[in-house]
């Protein structure tokens, strides 16, 4: 086996790994592995090499060393997650923003993903679960778990 594809199986098991810690929020994605071929984005006026992107349900990872590679996947996991979860409802509520608007948006909803993979990357690294939940439900007395 060789480098190349050592590091595939290891971001699969980091992507089934995400599909676990999230599951209840529908995320069914794909990984594709693309190491080297960064496509260029224009986003409000300036244009930016990709890191990772999602397509239709695919995750495309296009950076080629293992732990960054694993990071944009994580990263692009949880933008979906977002998107899915916030973004999507908050977009048909507020379709008469403008795009400058929405730019300015991606770019703090970009900075707060990097604050949640930094903190999922430690956690898995440590083995110790992240409590995601925050919210306690006041049917079940309050109590977290
Ligand atoms: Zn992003």
């Keep these: 086996m060789d480098?190349?594809?050592?590091?595939?199986?290891?971001?699969?098991?980091?992507?089934?790994?995400?599909?676990?810690?999230?599951?209840?929020?529908?995320?069914?994605?794909?990984?594709?592995?693309?190491?080297?071929?960064?496509?260029?984005?224009?986003?409000?006026?300036?244009?930016?090499?990709l890191n990772g992107e999602v397509k239709d349900d695919t995750i495309f990872v296009y950076v080629t060393e293992r732990e960054e590679a694993a990071n944009v996947l994580m990263h692009e996991f949880i933008e979906q997650v977002l998107k899915k979860e916030f973004s999507e409802p908050y977009v048909l509520l507020t379709q008469m923003m403008s795009q400058a608007y929405e730019d300015v948006a991606y770019f703090r909803q970009e900075a707060v993903i990097n604050v949640l993979v930094t903190l999922l990357s430690k956690a898995t690294r440590t083995k110790k679960l992240l409590k995601l939940d925050i919210i306690r439900r006041v049917e079940d007395g309050g109590k977290t778990g």
């Design 3 to 49: 480098k190349d594809e050592k590091t595939l199986i290891f971001l699969n098991e980091r992507l089934e790994e995400l599909k676990k810690m999230f599951r209840g929020h529908g995320v069914e994605l794909k990984l594709n592995w693309m190491p080297g071929k960064f496509p260029v984005e224009k986003i409000g006026g300036a244009e930016y090499f």
